[in-house]
């Protein structure tokens, strides 16, 4: 179990060197110009909107456990910001990343069992339903834990919260793109990360803190969609 939760954590960080190599190199460039689009207009807007939101979140009557409170609310805002976005830009880059994953199978198999006939409209709508329908499974659990965020004293676990939930569900982003390729959609691809635990966790762990380092974000989804083949190829095709 431990085995399995560091390779996965590692892999995310082994797969960034492989960004640059040629075969992959054209598939890379539209998710990284898309993420480092998107990310940078994260930044611009989390700083204009900060003292806002602090605000509106900070309760007089708390005033004096600021010291504690502001580091935990600032820490839960930006966690649900970058997650925000980092789901939009997913779900733009979505067809690249399906191509990108599909191409790095191939190098690891020397073939890949995907739709060779499929078009680019096919894999537009097959790429963007599913992200619609991740995005209607986030959506429900994204509505309790913004009701906790919100609830004084209570908010105070909401950062571990959201640590977890952007944890799992970067992983099931990532899963997404591999098995999509073989037909396996969303509900296959949840089922598959309960099966895996140990190695869900480590890829949304690796995931998660690549997301979380300025500029180095910006290579967190083709570096996550590499690491993503790696482990399905590894551990969830031959075993299905």
Known sequence: MINTFSNSF???????????????????????????????????????????????L????????????????SLTIMISVFYTFTIVANIIA????????????????????????????????????????KLAYIILWLIPLLIITIIPVLNLISPLLW????????????????????????????????QHKSMTLGLGSGLFILTSIPFINFIAIPAGVIAATKAYVDNISEKS
């Open 10 to 56: 590692f892999s995310v960080f082994k797969s960034v060197r492989l960004l640059f190599k040629a075969e992959l190199r054209r598939y890379v460039m539209i998710p990284l110009f898309i993420n480092i689009v998107l990310f940078s207009f994260t930044v611009y807007y989390i700083f204009s909107r900060f003292s806002s939101w602090m605000d509106s």
């Open 58 to 73: 900070l309760p007089s009557w708390l005033d004096w456990l600021n010291w504690i409170i502001m580091p935990l609310f």
């Open 94 to 133: 979505a067809p690249f990343n399906s191509l990108l994953s599909e191409k790095y199978e191939q190098l690891l198999r020397g073939k890949v069992e995907s739709d060779e006939n499929e078009s680019v409209s096919q894999l537009l709508n097959r790429t963007l339903k599913a992200e619609f329908k």
């Open 163 to 194: 640590i977890v939930f952007a944890i799992w569900m970067l992983s099931l982003e990532y899963f997404d793109y591999p098995m999509g390729n073989h037909q396996r959609y969303f509900p296959d691809v949840k089922q598959s990360a309960h």
